[in-house]
């Protein structure tokens, strides 16, 4: 069975400080993804990471992985109040690009 | 260009009770999925559906949960005497091929 393990669950941080949220799953996979969630409010594609290697970047949020290593990290570069929120990664389950894992999921507070 | 939509946002039942949770696809969109997140916990998959099909029910409990997407209107979860342990946040999903999850904001399920 997959299961998918982020670290930490709760998170709270300065503003302009950076810091890494990591997923790491526990069967291969080449499938990954990152989502936000806001209370209450539905989740937001944020990264779709499909290779070894992978690195993507959108403002103060880059994500990669390592499928050797079966590790994901999203990290969060000088944070800003709005980026509070919970984020999730979700592994492909054999690859699947539907039938996802989630993770817990990251709650990240961002104080001025 | 309407999202994914799900309703109600709300509901509360009793124990025994039916609950049914309805989801329109975003616009162009055929392949339906529902997932589930308990309380502090990831999402999980439950139904893969297309126009009148299930493709992949692997996550679905075994008895009281059905899924269906009829060739005319919403996809519907139906869930029969519901009990304490399935109050839950349901998630809608929709796809076109090889898109990305688009989610829904769910169905928040109390059961009393």
């Known amino acids: 069975e997959l299961k998918v393990e982020q670290n930490p669950l709760f998170l709270s941080m300065q503003e302009g400080k950076n810091y890494t949220i990591y997923c790491n799953y526990s069967t291969t996979s080449d499938r990954l993804y990152w989502y936000r969630q806001d209370p209450g409010k539905s989740l937001e594609s944020l990264f779709v990471l499909l290779s070894n290697g992978a690195v993507k970047q959108e403002g103060r949020l880059m994500a990669s992985l390592d499928t050797k290593a079966r590790l994901s990290t999203l990290h969060i570069t000088a944070a800003v109040h709005d980026l509070s929120a919970t984020y999730f990664c979700a592994v492909g389950d054999g690859g699947s690009n539907y039938k996802l894992t989630f993770g817990k999921g990251t709650l990240l507070t961002v104080n001025p | 260009n309407a999202g994914v939509m799900q309703n109600p946002r709300h509901l509360v039942r009793r124990r025994g009770q039916e609950a049914r949770l309805r989801c329109s696809p975003m616009?162009?969109?055929?392949?339906v999925y529902w997932y589930r997140q308990l309380p502090e916990e990831g999402l999980k998959f439950m139904v893969y559906?297309?126009?009148?099909?299930?493709?992949?029910e692997s996550g679905m409990p075994k008895e009281r949960f059905s899924a269906e997407f009829p060739k005319e209107g919403p996809s519907i979860l139906r869930i029969q005497q519901v009990v304490r342990g399935d109050s839950a946040a349901y998630f809608c999903?929709?796809?076109?091929?090889?898109?990305?999850?688009?989610f829904g904001n769910g169905t928040r399920l109390t059961v009393t």
């Open positions: 999903a929709s796809t076109a091929e090889s898109s990305p999850l688009h």
């Open positions: 559906l297309q126009k009148e099909n299930i493709i992949d």
């Open positions: 616009k162009g969109h055929s392949h």
